[in-house]
C-alpha cells in the first residue's frame, strides 16, 4: 500500500510562458472542446512526496544472538511439532529418537532459520522536478527534466534487493535497518529531435543535404547507494543461504579523500574493519554512494522519397557516442582482496549501428 501526495508549485519564469488553461466552449450540440494556441516553450515545476506503508521485509524470526558455538542451542525456537493427528507423505519416516523437548507421542523435527515474510516495512519518497518541452519550431524540439529526489526505507527489498543484502543484519534491531533505498539524488535527461536544413535551391548539392535528421537522447544521473559488508556469518547468528548481512565497522579514517572516486580507489579501504568475531558492524545501511552514469545517444537519418508510395531512410546510430567509460558498483565487501575497486564497467563502450529501411 502505497500513499502519495503531489505539491504544484507555481510556475514563474520570464523566459518561457507556462501554458494557458485550456478554455471550454459549446459550439454545438456536440460540445466540442477548443483550446487556445499552444505556446512554443513550456516550463514546470512540481514538488512530490510518497509514502509506503505495510510494504514486504524479511523477518528472521529464529535467528541467534551473536556468539560462538553452535547455532541450535542458541536459536529461539529449537523445534517444530507438528499437530495432533498429522499424517506425513508415504516414503518419509519418523525417527524413532525425537529430538530434545518434543513431547511423548508427538512429531518434531529440529529447526534452523525461519523467514517470516512480513509486511511491516515503509518507505519514504521525496523529490522536485523541473520540466522544460520545446514544441517543434523551426526544426528543433526537445525536452528537458530534472529531478533531486531522496528514497528511504527501513528494511532491504527482499525481492529485489540493490547492493546490499535482502534480509537486516540484525533482526532485533529494524530501527538500524533505516537508510537509503533505490536512491538516485540527482537526474536529469535531454531528449531533442532537429531537422538539418538544407542548402542550395537545386542541383547536387541540395539533393545531398536536405531531409537530414539528427536526434539525440542525453542522460546523466548520480550513483546508487551501497552498503559495506563482511563476506561471511562472522557474527555467527545464522543467515539465509546467499546473503551476506553482517556490516563493517567504521574506524577513524576518513571515507574520501585525494586519490579516491578512482577505479583503484573509490573509497578509502581504511576507513572500514572488519568488526569482532560474534559481533555486529556499526555501518550504516547504504552509506556510500556508488559511481554516476552518463550517456550520450545520438542518431542521423535521411529519408530519400523514391516513388509516390516507397520510401528508403538511411540510419546512422552511435550510442554512448562520447564513449564515456561509466564505472560499475564497487567492491563493497571489506574482507576481500579487492575491497574498494572496480573492475567492470556499467555501461558498454561505443557502438555504431548502421540500418536502411524501404517502406512502401
Not at 498429522?86 to 525417527?95: C, H, N, Q, R, W
Not at 511423548?104 to 509486511?119: D, K, Y
Not at 519550431?137 to 528514497?151: D, E, Q, V
Request: glycine share 8%; proline share 9%; aromatic share 8%.
Amino acid at each position: 500500500m502505497a500513499l502519495r501526495r503531489s505539491f504544484k508549485a507555481r510556475t514563474s519564469d520570464k523566459a518561457f510562458t507556462p501554458i494557458s488553461k485550456i478554455q471550454l466552449g459549446a459550439k454545438s450540440s456536440l460540445s466540442q472542446i477548443q483550446a487556445p494556441p499552444l505556446r512554443k516553450n513550456e516550463f514546470r515545476h512540481r514538488l512530490l512526496g510518497a509514502r509506503g506503508i505495510h510494504l514486504q521485509r524479511a523477518d528472521l524470526i529464529n535467528n541467534a544472538p551473536p556468539g560462538p558455538g553452535p547455532l541450535g542451542p542458541r536459536r529461539p525456537l529449537k523445534i517444530l511439532e507438528f499437530v495432533n493427528n498429522s499424517v506425513l507423505p508415504s516414503g518419509i519416516a519418523v525417527s524413532p529418537t525425537p529430538p530434545a523437548g518434543c513431547p511423548a507421542g508427538a512429531i518434531c523435527t529440529p529447526v534452523s532459520g525461519i523467514n517470516l515474510l512480513a509486511n511491516s516495512a515503509k518507505s519514504w519518497y521525496d523529490a522536485g522536478y523541473v520540466n522544460l518541452r520545446r514544441r517543434y519550431a523551426h526544426g528543433l524540439s526537445l525536452l528537458a527534466n530534472y529531478t533531486f529526489s531522496k528514497s528511504l526505507s527501513n528494511a532491504p527489498d527482499f525481492r529485489s534487493p540493490m547492493f546490499e543484502a535482502a534480509i537486516p543484519q540484525n533482526d532485533s534491531d529494524p530501527a538500524a535497518e533505516k537508510g537509503l533505498a533505490c536512491d538516485i539524488r540527482q537526474r536529469f535527461a535531454l531528449s531533442a529531435v532537429y531537422n538539418i536544413p538544407g542548402y542550395g535551391g537545386s542541383g547536387l548539392v541540395r539533393a545531398l543535404s536536405h531531409n537530414w535528421a539528427l536526434s539525440s537522447v542525453y542522460q546523466v544521473q548520480t550513483g546508487f547507494p551501497l552498503t559495506i559488508s563482511v563476506f561471511g556469518d562472522t557474527a555467527n547468528a545464522g543467515t539465509v543461504l546467499g546473503e551476506n548481512p553482517i556490516r563493517a565497522n567504521l574506524t577513524s579514517q576518513p571515507i574520501s579523500g585525494p586519490g579516491t572516486h578512482t577505479a583503484a580507489e573509490w573509497f578509502n579501504p581504511l576507513a572500514f574493519a572488519v568488526p569482532p568475531a560474534f559481533t555486529f558492524g556499526d555501518v550504516g545501511r547504504n552509506t556510500i554512494i556508488g559511481p554516476g552514469t552518463q550517456t550520450l545517444d545520438l542518431a542521423l537519418a535521411r529519408e530519400f522519397n523514391l516513388v509516390e508510395r516507397m520510401k528508403f531512410q538511411f540510419r546512422a546510430e552511435f550510442f554512448n557516442a562520447l564513449n564515456k567509460v561509466n564505472l560499475g558498483t564497487p567492491d563493497r565487501f571489506v574482507n576481500t582482496p579487492q575491497f574498494g575497486t572496480i573492475t567492470e564497467a556499467a555501461t558498454p563502450g561505443r557502438q555504431i549501428q548502421l540500418s536502411a529501411r524501404l517502406s512502401f
